[in-house]
C-alpha cells in the first residue's frame, strides 16, 4: 500500500506536522482545513457563514488536486466553536452541496478551536481522476 502527499498551491499550505491531503487506495483524505484568508494564516473575519465558505473552497482545491471533487465526498467531519452556529454553517456548507444528489455521510461536533475560528472541516473522498500533483 502506497500513499500520495497532495499538496497545492490553491489551499493554504499544511503545518508544519501534517499534509493538505494524502491519497492512499484510491481515497483522498484532506487534513482539518480552517478558514484563512488566502496568501496569510490568518482566520478570515464575517462570521460562521464566511468561514464554512472558505474552507469548503479550501478543501475543494485540495480535492481537485487530488482528482477528486465536492461530488467524490464520502465523509465530511465538522467541528464548531459554537452550536449556537449549527444552522447558520449549514445554511453555508449547503451553498455547495444543494445540486449533490449523493450527500456524503456527515458528523458535527461542538470543540474548542484554536485561532479564534468558528469552524473546521476535514474529509475523505474517493478518487476519480489522476492526481494534477
Same mark, same amino acid.
Given at each position: *500500500?502506497?500513499?500520495?502527499?497532495?499538496?497545492?498551491?490553491?489551499?493554504?499550505?499544511?503545518?508544519?506536522?501534517?499534509?493538505?491531503?494524502?491519497?492512499?487506495?484510491?481515497?483522498?483524505?484532506?487534513?482539518?482545513?480552517? @478558514?484563512?484568508?488566502?496568501?496569510? *494564516?490568518?482566520?478570515?473575519?464575517?462570521?460562521?457563514?464566511?468561514?464554512?465558505?472558505?474552507?469548503?473552497?479550501?478543501?475543494?482545491?485540495?480535492?481537485? @488536486?487530488?482528482?477528486?471533487?465536492?461530488?467524490?465526498?464520502?465523509?465530511?467531519?465538522?467541528?464548531? @466553536?459554537? *452550536?449556537?452556529?449549527?444552522?447558520?454553517?449549514?445554511? @453555508?456548507?449547503?451553498?455547495?452541496?444543494?445540486?449533490?444528489?449523493?450527500?456524503?455521510?456527515?458528523?458535527?461536533?461542538?470543540?474548542?478551536?484554536?485561532?479564534?475560528?468558528?469552524?473546521?472541516?476535514?474529509?475523505?473522498?474517493?478518487?476519480?481522476?489522476?492526481?494534477?500533483?
Amino acid at each position: *500500500m502506497s500513499k500520495t502527499v497532495i499538496f497545492t498551491k490553491n489551499a493554504p499550505p499544511a503545518p508544519p506536522y501534517a499534509s493538505q491531503g494524502i491519497i492512499c487506495n484510491g481515497m483522498i483524505h484532506c487534513s482539518g482545513s480552517l @478558514a484563512f484568508e488566502p496568501g496569510t *494564516m490568518k482566520v478570515i473575519s464575517g462570521g460562521i457563514k464566511a468561514e464554512t465558505r472558505q474552507i469548503i473552497k479550501n478543501l475543494e482545491a485540495v480535492l481537485e @488536486a487530488g482528482g477528486s471533487s465536492l461530488a467524490d465526498l464520502v465523509k465530511v467531519n465538522v467541528f464548531i @466553536a459554537s *452550536m449556537d452556529d449549527f444552522k447558520a454553517m449549514n445554511e @453555508a456548507y449547503d451553498e455547495f452541496f444543494a445540486d449533490i444528489p449523493q450527500k456524503p455521510c456527515r458528523t458535527c461536533v461542538a470543540v474548542q478551536l484554536a485561532l479564534g475560528a468558528k469552524v473546521e472541516i476535514d474529509c475523505v473522498a474517493l478518487v476519480r481522476s489522476r492526481a494534477r500533483l
